[in-house]
C-alpha cells in the first residue's frame, strides 16, 4: 500500500511512502488529524514490523507526518478469521482515530453476531496507535 502527499496548490508530489508487507497489502481509507498527521488504514495478510498476522487478513492502522511522511506508527491486529477495515475518521476533537470494516472472527474477545460477517468499529489512541476498544456486531 502507498501514500502519497500533493501540494494543495498544484498537485505537485511531496512525498510517497510505502507501507505493509511482503505479503498482500490493500489501502482502504485515508483521513488527518486535528495535528495534520495522515493516518491510513487497509489491510494485510502478512506481519507487519514484528506484530504477527493473527487469521487471514488484518486491519493495519498507521500514522505518518504530515511534513515528510515519516512513520510515526504502524499496528496490525485481527482475528483468526478475515478481517478487513473499509474506513478510517478522527473523532469530533481529533485526537483518536476510528476505523470500521468487516471481519468473519472474533475481535478483541468478542462473540461474534449469528451469520458470515460482522461489522466493527474500533478507536485508536492518535498519539501512539493502542487499541482503546472495539465494538462488533
Known amino acids: ?5 500533493l501540494s494543495g496548490a498544484d498537485g505537485t508530489l ?3 511512502k510505502l507501507l505493509g508487507t511482503n505479503a498482500s497489502d490493500v489501502g482502504t ?4 488529524d ?7 488504514t487497509g489491510y494485510s495478510n502478512g506481519a507487519l514490523a514484528g506484530q504477527p498476522n493473527a487469521g487471514s487478513h488484518d486491519i493495519l492502522v498507521a500514522k505518518l507526518s504530515p511534513t515528510d511522511g515519516a512513520l510515526a506508527w504502524m499496528v ?3 482475528s483468526q ?7 478510517i475518521a478522527t473523532d469530533s476533537r481529533g485526537y483518536n482515530i476510528l476505523v470500521t470494516g468487516n471481519t468473519a472472527g472474533d475481535l478483541e474477545h ?3 453476531a449469528t451469520g458470515m460477517r460482522d461489522v466493527f468499529v474500533s478507536m485508536l489512541a492518535s498519539y501512539d496507535g493502542a487499541l ?6
Not at 486535528?34 to 491510513?40: D, E, F, L, N
Not at 478469521?81 to 474506513?87: E, K, L
Not at 482503546?132 to 456486531?137: A, F, I, K, R, S
Open 1 to 5: 500500500m502507498f501514500v502519497s502527499k
Open 14 to 16: 511531496l512525498w510517497t
Open 29 to 32: 481509507g485515508i483521513t488527518v
Open 34 to 40: 486535528r495535528a495534520g498527521s495522515v493516518c491510513v
Open 76 to 78: 496490525l491486529y485481527g
Open 81 to 87: 478469521g478475515d478481517d478487513q477495515s473499509a474506513g
Open 110 to 112: 468478542r462473540t461474534p
Open 132 to 137: 482503546l476498544w472495539t465494538t462488533q456486531y
